[in-house]
């Protein structure tokens, strides 16, 4: 029987979460993403924990710019997607979608999740249920497309679809109540997104964090997971889900409250 993963989460920067992981068997312990250097070693000392590895998302500066820091305070070792090594220096374990590596004797898998960057991976925990998904997926919300294209997008995303319902998503940023005015104005008749408007005003109002959220709940309200639903509620079912996926996207890009 493996022990079970712990999670500590705590926000960083101006709207990143951090998330510090750890096998309690073995002490082994990773930094997922290393947003604010400071903020991770004040957190795991904070915790009694010692940050071994390093498990970046993908290579822009809020997730992976405090790599460094950590090495060099903690000799931690950094495992990051073996597509963006242009990008992220020193890595020491190389990682694509499908590896499967494990944190002391807890397995994760990597799952591939480009759109947002090229590279860009998730860490998925089969026994604790839980994802990190970096950049890719939000609460009510998805990852800019800057390198990949909506259809390398909607695959990304519909590769997370494929986790059990009840798995917990832990997204990089509090970014759900901006992304709640978008699904409203998207899918407005939505009963799901309707009751979950009022806690996630209920949780803001109170600075509470709407992360982790789950896949059913994503998978029910989320307007990018729905594109195609939401596309045939329209009309407009000629298209390629895809398609639906990333005219919403654009949609959002356009969007301003
Ligand atoms: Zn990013």
Redesign the pocket.
Known sequence: MPSSLQIHMFPCLSDNYGFIVRDPESGACAAIDTPDPEVYLVEARKQGWNISEIWNT?W?A??AGGNGAIRAATGAQVFAPRDENSRIPDIDHELSGGNRLFLGGIEAQVIATPG??LGHISFYFPTAKAAFV??CLFALGC?RL?EGDGRMMWDSLSRLATLPDDTKIYCAHEYTASNLAFALRVDPLNPALLARADEIRARRDQDLPTVPTTLALEKATNPFLRAPEIARALGEDQRADWEAFAEIRIMKDGFRG
């Open positions: 993908h822009h809020d997730h947002h960057t970096g950049d990852g800057f």
